[in-house]
Each structure stands twice: as structure tokens, then as C-alpha cells.
């Protein structure tokens, strides 16, 4: 079976950081794309970061371009989120999520929707 466990979430201050990892299993990783997706309390998913299977291309939404990093490392199985220069409406659930049905992030923004597999999600909390 596909499995993404997420990690490395936790309370930190604003303006600090945090490192995210998603370890996937049951697929090949170079033939999936992956996006970071999180949901604050009370609100809907909305995506964060996106790395394309095809060409290792990148995507950011506005909310957080400058500030995240996406990487993926294919030998350990595993993508990354850098979460830098925290603030406190960065606080949510964020999931991991991939799928085979495209092979490049869209450059109009990551739809929750066409991720087929997800993982558990990991709690970050920014605060004060």
C-alpha cells in the first residue's frame, strides 16, 4: 500500500523554523509528484508547496514563496518542507499528499483535489 508518514512538526516562536519530512512507501518516489497541503482550525485545506515527478520543478503559493523550501531526496525515500520566518497564521495540520496522474506541479496553484494518497499530517503551532 502507498504510505506518507509526516514529521518533524512542533511549537516554535514567530520568526523561528522548522524542517518537515515525509517518508513514503509502496512507490516509487521519482514517479509521483508531492505537495505540502495544510488546514488550520476551522478552515478549508489550502496548498502550500508542490515538487513536480517529471523535472524536480518547484511551486509555491503566495502565502508562503520566500519563506518555504521544498526538496525531495529519492535515495532516502523522503521530502522535505524548510519552513523559515514563521508567523503565527502559519499555525495548522500540514499533510503531505501525492499522486501519478500528472508529473508537473501547475503554476496556477496546488489543488487539494487531485492528491489521491495523503498522509497523517503533523501539527505546527507558531506562537508567542
Known amino acids: 500500500q502507498v504510505q506518507l508518514v509526516e514529521s518533524g512538526g512542533g511549537l516554535v516562536q514567530p520568526g523561528g523554523s522548522l524542517r518537515l519530512s515525509c517518508v513514503v512507501s509502496?512507490?516509487?518516489?521519482?514517479?509521483?509528484?508531492i505537495s505540502w497541503i495544510r488546514q488550520a482550525p476551522g478552515k478549508e485545506r489550502e496548498g502550500v508547496s508542490c515538487?513536480?515527478?517529471?523535472?524536480?520543478?518547484?511551486f509555491n503559493e503566495d502565502s508562503v514563496k520566500g519563506r518555504f523550501t521544498i526538496s525531495r531526496d529519492n535515495a532516502k525515500n523522503t521530502v522535505y518542507l524548510q519552513m523559515n520566518g514563521l508567523k503565527p497564521e502559519d499555525t495548522a495540520v500540514y499533510y503531505c499528499?501525492?499522486?501519478?496522474?500528472?508529473?508537473?506541479?501547475?503554476?496556477?496553484?496546488?489543488?487539494?483535489?487531485?492528491?489521491?494518497?495523503w498522509g497523517q499530517g503533523t501539527q505546527v503551532t507558531v506562537s508567542s
Open positions: 499528499a501525492a499522486t501519478e496522474t500528472y508529473s508537473v506541479c501547475s503554476n496556477y496553484g496546488i489543488s487539494p483535489i487531485v492528491f489521491d494518497y
Open positions: 509502496g512507490f516509487t518516489l521519482d514517479d509521483y509528484i
Open positions: 515538487i513536480s515527478s517529471s523535472d524536480g520543478s518547484t
